[in-house]
């Protein structure tokens, strides 16, 4: 439904009450926003300074988001350890923003550096809370930040977060979303989506262990979870989203190793609107980390699935 420019890299979306898309980017410091009702054009609604590549996104309140950035480098394929930190976007408060043109823009604010984290990624809020959890991708763990005061610390740090050993991709906890009092997560370089029972204050419920959601003959980059339970994953270098029913079957539902379909598909989420909910949005990186068929990439885009097709 929209495409960006060569080279852009859209590393996560997510879903205003008004059905707007928020989309955050990886080679930019860029937050924008996109409308499925008329998509041609996007907004630039804040450029952040001082950090080169914006990560994770979750709504925290009614129309109040919280996302990571940091230094993380596409050709290298590395963050910067200490660079990684979390800001408030508030659309219910508005300022004058110079990426907007001097036009009004949600109020963004920071909330906290966490500078221990080696890679702060994906993002997601516990319900009834002001907590978020912050995937930490380089060190397997996750991180929770009150976002009343700034305050966070280590709350889940266990095997089936971490890259396993000798990993050639050195990435684990990536997407994270809690559905029914579970977390669950995406671990890449396990090629796996993992699910347990957590507290309010994002710990392990007593008793709780991980448990295998599946496990995929690909990487595995974010996923959302559907209102029946199903997961629908993003692969990126694999170019496809598989759809684990509630039987724990996996199948392709969009795309193929030679497709641009969804060609470096990096995050998804469903639809808000009344004609939307069972509308997955998909982002991509045009396959930048690997070019279709060795040597076809294209820009950055947003894909609309109709799942009610599949």
């Known amino acids: 439904i929209h495409q960006f420019y060569q080279g852009s890299w859209i590393e996560n979306i997510a879903a205003r009450p008004n059905g707007n898309l928020l989309l955050t980017f990886l080679d930019k410091p860029d937050l924008y926003e996109v409308s499925p009702s008329s998509p041609s054009k996007a907004t630039l609604l804040h450029s952040f300074t001082g950090r080169t590549s914006l990560l994770g996104i979750t709504e925290i309140a009614h129309d109040i988001f919280v996302l990571a950035a940091g230094n993380y480098s596409i050709a290298t394929s590395t963050p910067t350890p200490g660079t990684f930190g979390v800001w408030k976007v508030d659309f219910t408060r508005t300022s004058s923003s110079a990426s907007t043109g001097g036009g009004s823009g949600p109020e963004i604010s920071k909330l906290v550096d966490i500078p221990e984290a080696g890679l702060g990624n994906g993002l997601t809020s516990i319900p009834g809370t002001e907590t978020v959890l912050v995937a930490d991708s380089v060190l397997g763990s996750v991180w929770a930040v009150d976002a009343a005061t700034g305050r966070y610390g280590m709350v889940l740090d266990f095997d089936e977060l971490a890259p396993p050993a000798n990993s050639s991709i050195p990435l684990g906890v990536n997407g994270i979303h809690i559905r029914n009092g579970y977390l669950y997560w995406s671990n890449t370089a396990a090629q796996a989506v993992y699910r347990a029972k957590i507290t309010s204050a994002g710990t392990l419920a007593g008793g709780a262990r991980p448990e295998l959601v599946a496990r995929l003959e690909t990487v595995v980059d974010d996923f959302a979870v559907d209102e029946q339970g199903q997961v629908w994953i993003t692969t ?63 820009p950055g885009k947003v894909v609309a699935v109709d799942t009610k097709r599949l």
């Open 236 to 298: 990126n270098i694999g170019n496809t989203v598989e759809l684990v029913g509630k039987s724990g079957k996996i199948r392709t539902a969009v795309g193929d190793i030679g497709s641009l379909a969804v060609a470096g598909d990096t995050a998804a989420v469903f639809g808000r609107g009344k004609k939307d909910k069972e509308v997955l949005y998909v982002v991509t990186c045009g396959a930048l980390v690997r070019p279709v068929n060795g040597t076809i990439t294209e």
